[in-house]
């Protein structure tokens, strides 16, 4: 490179790579959605968009004929010479090599729109003598012209002046007011073509690039000049991608060496994505005030550095801060001093400490202490990096910080040393109010890639902490908006609700028929209803070996309903059991056992009743409405054997079923064994599963009888039993709809008329499944609340 009559040599690549040209990727993204929502608005709301298109046209629509045409042909003449104009603007900035990527925005973007279901269709202008209007009118209603319009000038764009590039879009979107005022509507195609040819140039710019990419590095060398630094050489440190492009800059003078970092627009708009999506995600008190300007965030990283500088606290010193061409900024600074912390003896960690301690009787929070960023020079403690260093830092952020930092030294020098070296040196209060962010979201990515194994020391030092604070528990701070699970819990509600519209969208009528409802058999179903709770608690609680309180253990349970309901297959029940188990003292692996043998005797409770109510109703129930077809059986036998046949010949699946599976359905077989040697807990289990069933069925068979009845309690129980067991595989959240349309089914199936049916099930489905979950997430908050899961 030549810079003002001298030669700089430049090591490594400048430029950046495809996946981290963040303007260029937004552009497409967004080009992407137009077509989506151009489409859609053409092909489900068109009629709607048309009467509105109308109405503006009437109101608009104050040209008289002759007027119009004029206004027709001036701005068709102007649109017809818009690409021409682009290719004088082209050759006179001598973008030779731009001209390849203008025909190709053009020839796609014509190409694509040309495509018809019997191959090609070529464009049909044709000139009329003395109809130069009627000419021109065919190009403003062309699809393929305004798509290549749109291509070329998108591609054209970055390499042109301000000005005439916004002369040309607002001359090429002008289009829309224009047959407004001329015309009834603004052609759907016309819009169609506009958006493809947005996003036919959006992805040449993305892939062959803009005048951003160019590096200004001339202009640095300049800058630092100015400063009294001659560079003599540039080396690339770290590409341009997610963070800044690093350069280290040889120069003329005491310090020898610099170290650049330039920002270009790509890691503008990373950063304000970045922010948007903490501002989004993190609450207010958690996230820093947002930077107007890329200028802006550049200077408060350089302004940062010279306040830690004052303290003797920074690891380098700022020398120039400076706006580049095309749109780059230059933050230079010094060498970092000192040695990296990984060099360290373990004996010195405490200095570490106090230099962080220092920091924040600074006001300052670092916001990002990877061990990258921390040095020890001459007994000191430097820092650097800071990028997401705040001044007047609030409590909460200096405990961010030392969380971070726990993390990072309990990576090196083990969890002992880091957890006593922040006692010593903060004090155990300040250390156990900052254990409780040691978790994931207050980690930040560069830290979490900076250090290995960054979760396993993340645990090791909020167990260390609980330990040499004496402390039995150390509860998560919750820093987001939203935590993983009420946003699972969020959508698994949202796809509830989507499930059971067809049933919502009957509730008018259920409610109507509800007033032929006799009361006292609808608070019997309730009643009875609620007698598995009673049940399930007492099943699990006996398997349990009576670890913990039988009574927080009903309550659970419609807790237990909530979670089981609102995710398929019932697996957050089986979790939220689990977890109040261990809550209670238990092991997992003792939890995992006893919420497995429940489940494993509830199975075989269930199948048992299922053969005495079948044996008990004789003839007049009539099994082979739920026995399925012979082809279904055959298929799904032999779906069984291809399972069966892929976990024994798969090694990974193989050794899953050794190592995981084999030894719980061990522990199970050993617990059923000792049931049977202890017939008191045996009993108490089994009648606690059978509750369970018996109330189900029971809770129906009031709901029918409710509605004037017509069955017996024991073709009832046949088909809850059935009807549930085949709707439980459905894997909508609670079986919602399958359910549903089973027992209706069922019901229907042994004669039980449809009017009766209907509001039974849906009645029946109010008291088991509705009234237990709106109960069940202030029960599961409560018990969140004392600890309890």
């Given at each position: 490179?030549r810079?003002?009559?001298?030669?700089?040599?430049?090591?490594?690549n400048?430029?950046?790579?495809?996946?981290?040209?963040?303007?260029?990727?937004?552009?497409?993204?967004?080009?992407?959605?137009?077509?989506?929502?151009v489409?859609?608005?053409?092909?489900i709301?068109?009629p709607?968009?048309?009467?509105?298109?109308?109405?503006?046209?009437?109101?608009?629509?104050?040209?008289e004929?002759?007027?119009?045409?004029?206004?027709?042909?001036?701005?068709?003449m102007?649109?017809?010479?818009?690409?021409?104009a682009?290719l004088?603007e082209?050759?006179?900035?001598?973008?030779?090599?731009?001209?390849?990527?203008?025909?190709?925005?053009?020839?796609?973007?014509?190409?694509?729109?040309?495509?018809?279901?019997?191959?090609?269709?070529?464009?049909?202008?044709?000139?009329?003598?003395?109809?130069?209007?009627?000419?021109?009118?065919?190009?403003?209603?062309?699809p393929?012209?305004?798509?290549?319009?749109?291509?070329?000038?998108?591609?054209?764009?970055?390499?042109?002046p301000?000005?005439?590039?916004?002369?040309?879009?607002?001359?090429?979107?002008?289009?829309?007011?224009?047959?407004?005022?001329?015309s009834?509507?603004?052609?759907?195609?016309?819009?169609?073509?506009?958006?493809?040819g947005?996003?036919?140039?959006?992805i040449?710019?993305?892939?062959?690039?803009?005048?951003?990419?160019?590096?200004?590095?001339?202009?640095?060398?300049?800058?630092?000049?100015?400063?009294?630094?001659?560079v003599?050489?540039f080396t690339?440190?770290?590409?341009?991608?997610?963070?800044?492009?690093v350069?280290?800059?040889?120069?003329?003078g005491?310090e020898?060496?610099?170290?650049?970092?330039?920002?270009?627009?790509?890691?503008?708009s990373?950063?304000?994505?970045?922010?948007?999506?903490?501002?989004?995600?993190?609450?207010?008190?958690?996230?820093?005030?947002l930077?107007?300007?890329?200028?802006?965030?550049?200077?408060?990283?350089?302004?940062?550095?010279?306040a830690v500088?004052?303290?003797?606290?920074?690891?380098?010193t700022?020398?120039?801060?400076?706006?580049?061409?095309?749109?780059?900024?230059?933050?230079?600074?010094?060498?970092p001093?000192?040695a990296?912390?990984?060099?360290?003896?373990?004996e010195?960690?405490?200095?570490?400490?106090?230099?962080l301690?220092?920091?924040?009787?600074?006001?300052?929070?670092?916001?990002?202490?990877?061990p990258?960023?921390?040095?020890?020079?001459?007994?000191?403690?430097?820092f650097?990096g800071?990028a997401?260093?705040?001044y007047?830092?609030?409590a909460?952020?200096?405990?961010?910080?030392?969380?971070?930092?726990?993390?990072?030294?309990?990576?090196?020098?083990g969890k002992?040393?880091?957890?006593?070296?922040a006692?010593?040196?903060?004090?155990?209060q300040?250390?156990?109010?900052?254990?409780?962010?040691?978790?994931?979201?207050?980690?930040?990515?560069?830290?979490?890639?900076?250090?290995p194994?960054?979760?396993h020391?993340?645990?090791?030092?909020?167990?260390?902490?609980?330990?040499q604070?004496?402390?039995?528990?150390?509860?998560?701070?919750?820093?987001?908006?939203?935590?993983?699970?009420?946003?699972?819990?969020?959508?698994?509600?949202?796809g509830l609700?989507?499930?059971?519209?067809?049933?919502?969208?009957?509730?008018?009528?259920?409610?109507?028929?509800?007033?032929?409802?006799n009361?006292?058999?609808?608070?019997?179903?309730?009643?009875v209803?609620?007698?598995?709770?009673?049940?399930?608690?007492?099943?699990?609680?006996?398997?349990?070996?009576?670890?913990?309180?039988?009574?927080?253990?009903?309550?659970?349970?419609?807790?237990n309903t909530?979670?089981?309901?609102?995710?398929?297959?019932?697996?957050?029940?089986?979790?939220?059991?689990?977890?109040f188990?261990?809550?209670?003292?238990?092991?997992?692996v003792?939890?995992?056992?006893?919420v497995?043998?429940?489940q494993?005797?509830?199975?075989?409770?269930?199948?048992?009743?299922?053969?005495?109510?079948?044996?008990?109703?004789?003839?007049?129930?009539?099994?082979?409405?739920?026995?399925?077809?012979?082809?279904?059986?055959?298929?799904?036998?032999?779906?069984?054997?291809?399972?069966?046949?892929?976990?024994?010949?798969?090694?990974?699946?193989?050794?899953?079923l050794n190592?995981?599976?084999?030894?719980?359905?061990?522990?199970?077989?050993?617990?059923?064994?000792?049931?049977?040697?202890?017939?008191?807990?045996?009993?108490?289990?089994?009648?606690?599963?059978?509750?369970?069933?018996?109330?189900?069925?029971g809770?129906?068979?009031?709901?029918v009888?409710?509605?004037?009845?017509?069955?017996?309690?024991?073709t009832?129980?046949?088909?809850?039993?059935?009807?549930?067991?085949?709707?439980?595989?459905?894997?909508?959240p609670?079986?919602?709809?399958?359910?549903?349309?089973?027992?209706?089914?069922?019901?229907?199936?042994?004669?039980?008329?449809?009017?009766?049916?209907?509001?039974?099930?849906?009645l029946?489905?109010?008291l088991?499944c509705?009234?237990p979950?709106?109960?069940?997430?202030?029960?599961?908050?409560?018990?969140?609340?004392?600890?309890?899961?």
């Open positions: 490179m810079v003002d009559g001298r030669e700089i040599p430049v090591t490594g400048l430029l950046q790579p495809l996946i981290r040209r963040t303007s260029d990727i937004v552009r497409v993204v967004l080009a992407a959605l137009w077509v989506g929502v489409i859609a608005a053409s092909l709301t068109r709607e968009w048309l009467q509105l298109e109308k109405s503006l046209s009437n109101i608009v629509g104050f040209l004929p002759e007027q119009s045409n004029l206004v027709y042909l001036v701005y068709g102007a649109i017809v010479a818009l690409p021409f682009i004088i082209l050759i006179i900035g001598r973008q030779w090599k731009l001209l390849a990527g203008y025909a190709a925005a053009g020839l796609i973007a014509g190409l694509l729109l040309s495509i018809t279901g019997t191959g090609l269709s070529a464009p049909k202008w044709h000139f009329e003598p003395n109809r130069l209007d009627t000419f021109l009118s065919q190009f403003l209603d062309d393929r012209w305004i798509a290549m319009l749109a291509a070329v000038l998108t591609v054209s764009s970055p390499w042109l301000n000005r005439p590039r916004r002369y040309l879009w607002f001359l090429l979107l002008a289009f829309a007011p224009i047959h407004l005022v001329v009834t509507v603004v052609p759907a195609r016309a819009m169609f073509g506009l958006a493809v947005w996003l036919v140039g959006a040449l710019v993305w892939l062959v690039g803009t005048p951003a990419l160019e590096v200004p590095l001339d202009a640095a060398a300049r800058v630092l000049a100015k400063r009294g630094h001659t003599t050489r690339v440190v770290h590409p341009a991608g997610r963070g800044p492009l350069l280290a800059a040889a120069i003329d005491p020898r060496e610099l170290v650049i970092e330039l920002y270009g627009k790509n890691q503008r990373f950063g304000a994505l970045r922010q948007l999506w903490r501002w989004l995600t993190f609450r207010a008190s958690e996230t820093a005030a930077h107007g300007s890329m200028h802006r965030a550049v200077e408060h990283r350089a302004l940062i550095t010279i500088g004052d303290l003797g606290l920074a690891s380098s700022s020398v120039a801060v400076a706006a580049l061409d095309r749109g780059w900024m230059m933050h230079a600074h010094t060498m001093k000192g990296p912390l990984t060099e360290l003896p373990a010195q960690l405490t200095q570490v400490w106090t230099g301690r220092a920091l924040h009787d600074g006001q300052i929070s670092h916001g990002d202490l990877r990258t960023e921390i040095r020890i020079d001459n007994g000191s403690t430097l650097g800071f997401s260093s705040e007047g830092a609030s909460k952020q200096q405990q961010s910080d030392i969380a971070q930092l726990l993390v990072s030294t309990t990576a090196i020098f002992e040393a880091a957890v006593r070296a006692i010593e040196s903060l004090g155990a300040a250390v156990l109010a900052a254990a409780s962010r040691l978790i994931k979201s207050a980690m930040p990515v560069g830290l979490r890639r900076s250090v194994e960054w979760k020391a993340l645990s090791e030092a909020r167990d260390e902490v609980r330990k604070t004496g402390q039995d528990r150390i509860q998560a701070e919750q820093i987001t908006r939203f935590t993983r699970n009420q946003i699972i819990q969020l959508v698994l509600l949202i609700v989507y499930v059971a519209y067809p049933f919502i969208s009957a509730v008018p009528t259920f409610f109507t028929q509800l007033k032929s409802a009361w006292w058999w609808a608070l019997l179903g309730l009643a209803s609620s007698l598995t709770y009673v049940g399930a608690a007492a099943a699990l609680w006996a398997c349990a070996s009576g670890a913990v309180s039988f009574r927080n253990l009903v309550i659970m349970q419609i807790a909530f979670a089981a309901t609102t995710t398929p297959a019932r697996v957050g029940g089986l979790a939220l059991s689990v977890r188990l261990q809550k209670g003292g238990i092991g997992a003792r939890a995992t056992a006893a497995a043998l429940q494993a005797v509830q199975v075989i409770t269930h199948l048992s009743l299922l053969a005495v109510f079948s044996v008990a109703a004789g003839t007049s129930a009539n099994l082979s409405h739920f026995v399925p077809d012979p082809t279904v059986l055959y298929l799904l036998a032999g779906v069984g054997v291809g399972i069966i046949g892929t976990f024994m010949f798969v090694p990974t699946l193989r050794r899953w190592n995981s599976v084999r030894p719980q359905l061990q522990e199970v077989l050993g617990e059923l064994g000792q049931l049977a040697r202890d017939p008191k807990r045996f009993s108490v289990i089994i009648l606690g599963c059978a509750a369970i069933t018996l109330g189900m069925a809770a129906l068979w009031a709901s009888e409710a509605f004037g009845g017509g069955t017996t309690f024991v009832v129980t046949i088909v809850t039993m059935i009807g549930g067991t085949l709707a439980s595989a459905a894997p909508t609670g079986g919602v709809g399958a359910v549903e349309a089973a027992l209706i089914g069922g019901l229907a199936a042994f004669g039980l008329p449809a009017n009766i049916a209907v509001p039974s099930v849906l029946y489905r109010v088991t509705w009234l979950v709106f109960c069940g997430w202030p029960t599961m908050r409560w018990l969140a609340s004392k600890d309890m899961i």
